[in-house]
Each structure stands twice: as C-alpha cells, then as structure tokens.
C-alpha cells in the first residue's frame, strides 16, 4: 500500500511538473511576441518622416506610393525566432502603411483643396 501511494504522489508531482511547464512556455512565447510588436511599432516610428511623407503627398502620388510594401531590415531578426520574425514583419509593415498615409493623405488633400478654398476666398473678397 506505501508503494502505491508513493507512486501516485509521484504521478501528481509530475503532472503538476508537466503542465507548469507548458504554461511557463506559453507565457514565454506570448512575452516573446509581445516584444515583436513593441519592435515593430517603435522601429516604423522611428522610421517614418511625417514631414516628408507629407510634402509627399503634396505631389498627389505620395498617397498611392504610401501604400507601398515597406521593406523590413534583416539586420533587425538575426537570431531571432521564427513566430518573432513573422509577427514583427506584419506589425512592421501595418505600421508604417499607417503612418505614412496618415501624412500623405493630408498633404494631397492640401493640394486639391488649397486651390479651391483660394478661389472661393478671393469670390467673397470680391
């Protein structure tokens, strides 16, 4: 009877072992994710020029150029892993799409409005 009580503190011991393992992992991998999207996000705002994608939307192209596939520096996912580099690469790119039409799109709209809102103020001088 001590043996098979042994043996199932045993049992016990080792589930408890086995599953606080899965979880500490898990919990490494979201942590490890986590830090890819903070990467990301931090790198494409560094990036990004707002000024620039700005006077660039000003040429009425900038707006369709902004939507353009950024490119990810490799330099940044060396020795990183795979589910890392997959999500930074995602956040990366969603991210800088984002900031780049939110200047453009303002500067392209400056431009076709500026031009109408001139005439309609020079008609009310008038």
């Not at 830090?35 to 990004?48: F, Y």
């Amino acid at each position: 009877m001590n043996i098979g009580r042994i043996f199932h503190i045993l049992v016990f011991v080792m589930a408890v072992l086995v599953f606080s393992m899965s979880i500490a992992a898990f919990a490494q991998q979201n942590s490890e994710l986590f830090e890819a999207v903070n990467a990301a996000e931090q790198d494409a705002e560094a990036e990004v020029n707002q000024i620039n994608w700005f006077l660039y939307g000003s040429c009425l192209l900038g707006a369709i150029n902004a939507t353009a596939e950024p490119q990810v520096s490799a330099v940044r996912l060396v020795g990183k892993s795979p589910e890392y580099v997959e999500v930074y690469t995602q956040v990366y790119k969603a991210k800088v799409k984002n900031l780049r039409l939110s200047a453009a799109v303002p500067g392209c709209l400056t431009t076709v409005l500026a031009p109408i809102m001139i005439s309609l103020f020079i008609e009310m001088v008038d």
